[in-house]
């Protein structure tokens, strides 16, 4: 067992290198914790940006554009840097367990691991579908996706399963994506073909029917089907190649070389295992200040959490916000004063890419679209990415 412990000093572990966790050590590096040792727990070294991997899958920016190097940023908040996997808890005894190296010890623990399509209730899903999160495991996927598209000399069907603006923003981009990179290579793009596949009515079922409406027609002039009312119950085929195909119980399977997979978002399954209170679908509850139903030394943000009061989408815009009240609570915690609320935004401001420098926005009820809110979105998230590019290198650490 790894004891992290210093005279006076606190444990504090986060695992998960998820957009809070990495607001909450830029902030520990602006403002130091000397009351605290600090470690980060990932799997690896870069973490993605969810807010710009439409536009890396579209060619937009290069993959240095849209990661965040973890080891420079926990350089800079004081925090060690522990390359391994969160396999479990004892709440008992306050040990995090890993997957590749002894316990570590926790006095204060965040969890801010993510989430993955559920692709567990699907026969056949898991093995033959990209499943989109964790991204970091997607991107060298997509790569692999690519090359057998143009081993193909760009003869293929791709389809994308989830209708929500991940599923929708994807596909836009993939399809922007295998279209250019297929006639570059020389080959027809009329040999590729995309589709749209929903259980639900209609797609982007969160959004006003203004900002549902001009995404159809994108997908319409870009030739892209739209299979509406379509709930998957099976995937058959040879995994790893073409010739696949998704099943239904109420209609006729749907044939596809290239699945991609981006419903509803799972829980890490270790999690069920750990004695933490957890909603109906393995997901942390959590009280409005971030902090575990039950357990007022555990914190957890981002997609992995519940709120028993209202219910967030797994979206990066709410995660983005909890990193600021995770590095609060917990500096508030460890000086024995009360944390303070997470208050969501009632109206979020929605930038969604189709695949090529044009954009659709939502806030308020109101929809807008063009060239400019593009670049407005590229504006703000490039913004973001260089707060963790261009470190402060005059702060003094712990």
């Known amino acids: 067992m790894h004891d992290a412990s210093k ?30 040792v600090l470690t980060l727990v990932s799997h690896g070294r ?36 522990y390359q391994n996997e969160a396999i479990g ?3 008992a005894n306050r040990l995090v367990i890993c997957r590749n190296s002894p316990p570590l010890r926790y006095d204060l623990l965040s969890i801010d691991i993510g989430s993955t399509p559920n692709t ?14 964790p991204i970091g495991r997607f991107l060298p996927r997509f790569e692999r996706l690519l090359g057998r598209v143009l081993a193909r000399r760009g003869k293929a ?9 991940g599923g929708v923003e994807l596909l836009l981009s993939v399809e922007h994506r295998l279209r250019r990179e297929v006639t570059a290579a020389g080959y027809a793009a009329s040999g590729l073909s995309f589709a749209l596949v929903t259980a639900s009515d209609d797609i982007l079922l969160n959004f006003p029917p203004a900002f549902r409406a001009r995404f159809r027609a994108v997908l319409a002039a870009r030739g892209i089907e739209v299979v509406t009312g379509a709930a998957v119950t099976g995937m058959t085929g040879v995994t790893g190649v073409g010739a696949k195909q998704l099943v239904f119980n109420d209609r006729a399977p749907i044939a596809a070389d290239e699945v991609m ?25 959590v009280n409005d200040d971030l902090r575990a139903m039950g357990h007022d030394n555990i914190f957890a943000a981002g997609d992995i959490i519940a709120f028993a009061a209202r219910a967030l989408p797994k979206s990066g815009v709410y995660a983005v916000r909890e990193g600021p009240v995770t590095a609060d609570n917990i ?8 944390p303070r609320a997470f208050k969501p935004q009632r109206e979020a401001l929605y930038l969604v890419s189709t695949g090529e420098r044009y954009a659709i926005g939502t806030r308020n009820g109101f929809t807008f679209a063009g060239g400019w809110v593009w670049r407005w979105k590229d504006w703000i998230d490039r913004r973001f990415m260089r707060q963790f590019q261009e470190l402060p290198k005059n702060v003094a650490l712990p």
């Open 331 to 338: 500096r508030r915690v460890l000086l024995g004063a009360a």
């Open 89 to 91: 808890l004892d709440l």
């Open 7 to 36: 005279p006076g000093r606190k444990s504090v572990v986060l695992i998960g290198a998820g957009h809070a966790h990495v607001g909450a050590l830029r902030l520990f590096g602006l403002n130091p914790l000397p009351q605290a």
């Open 261 to 285: 997979w981006t419903t509803q978002a799972a829980p890490a399954r270790w999690l069920a295992r750990t004695g933490l209170p957890l909603d109906a679908h393995g997901f942390i509850q």
């Open 46 to 81: 870069f973490t993605p940006y969810s807010g710009m991997l439409p536009g890396l899958i579209a060619g937009h920016y290069h993959v240095n554009d849209v990661h965040i190097d973890t080891v420079p940023l926990a350089r800079f908040a004081g925090a060690r840097h």
């Open 120 to 133: 567990a209730d699907v026969p056949g899903a898991a093995a033959r579908a990209i499943a989109v999160k």
């Open 157 to 165: 069907a791709v389809a994308c399963v989830g209708g929500g603006a």
